[in-house]
């Protein structure tokens, strides 16, 4: 830990965010008991909030699974969907009016167009490399309006509350994406609680990126920026296979009129010949770990 990069303040938020897609794994562990830390060290305030956004991907079972297991590692906390707190609700599932409130600024302020490209159509047309993470090729842009072009996502939006699946589709059986329109060439940087000076460029390194999905469930961008504000977080603390995702985010805040967080980005814990770890990765669960006998201690150990 950095303590010149802690922030000094007894309101200091920090917040634990997993999503019920799998078992723990101890990589996200770590992450969390780091995340625990600095908000101790800090005096300050540990939020669990549940990821639960995508139902397509979530399992309810693994919601209180996740809860035994974070308690069983050691990690407490003090708002969340187990015991409440002013600034809920905790699981994203009950906040999709927020999320839809956000899309409906972006939209207003024109910084959203309508997508309808399937991902091998964006794999096909794209040139570009992939991103250096999870979101795939580089959108290459088929779908962007021009200049100013503001697409009317408002009425749509109120006008079904959001709850149909037909909600966000310009005609029926096709599925529409939001994309947010990155500002090509322009620099994001920022300084990184554990990594330092971070810089990206829009365009380059990330493209157009989707905010709300052609499966009518906010994506993970919007989400996580709608929430980490609404909560009132100070530092999110985070793998660092999310920086990437931060220059993202950085943009979005922005765009909302938002104040963004600080960040502490945690390098990842490697499995064997070197590859991240992933949620499959079940020998490396804490449920299997202290099935095996480990004990929390010796697995914060590192
Ligand atoms: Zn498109």
């Not at 969390?32 to 397509?56: C, H, K, P, Y």
């Not at 002013?86 to 994203?92: D, I, K």
């Not at 993470?133 to 842009?141: F, L, Q, T, V």
């Amino acid at each position: 830990m950095n303590p010149q990069s802690a922030i000094r303040n007894s309101q200091y938020r920090g917040r634990l965010a997993p999503s019920p897609t799998g078992l723990l794994h101890l990589g996200h562990g770590r992450t969390f008991w780091v995340a625990q830390e600095r908000a101790r060290a800090n005096g300050g305030t540990l939020i669990l909030r549940n990821e639960d956004i995508d139902s397509t991907r979530f399992k309810l079972e693994f919601v209180p699974q996740m809860i035994e297991d974070l308690r069983w590692f050691g990690l407490e906390w003090q708002e969340g969907p187990d015991c409440g707190g002013a600034l809920g609700p905790y699981s994203q599932s009950e906040r999709r009016p927020f999320y839809a409130a956000a899309l409906e600024k972006l939209s207003e302020r024109g910084f959203i167009y309508p997508c309808t490209c399937s991902r091998q159509d964006i794999r096909d047309a794209a040139s570009a490399p992939n991103a250096g993470d999870d979101e795939g090729p580089i959108y290459p842009g088929t779908c962007r309006p021009k200049e100013g072009v503001k697409s009317q996502v408002s009425s749509v939006v109120q006008s079904a509350n959001l709850t149909s699946h037909d909600t966000l589709h310009v005609t029926r059986g096709t599925r529409v994406n939001w994309r947010f329109r990155v500002p090509d060439g322009e620099t994001v940087s920022f300084v990184d609680g554990n990594f330092g000076v971070q810089q990206f460029v829009a365009g380059k390194d990330f493209g157009d990126f989707v905010v709300w999905r052609g499966d009518n469930v906010p994506a993970y961008q919007l989400a996580c920026v709608v929430d980490d504000a609404a909560m009132q977080i100070t530092e999110v603390v985070r793998g660092a296979d999310l920086l990437l995702s931060t220059a993202r985010q950085i943009l979005l805040y922005r765009a909302l009129g938002l104040t963004p967080p600080a960040f502490y980005h945690c390098a990842l814990m490697l499995g064997e010949k070197g590859k991240r770890l992933a949620k499959r990765h079940d020998v490396l669960s804490l449920r299997t770990l202290r099935q095996l006998g480990e004990t929390p201690e010796s697995l914060r150990r590192f």
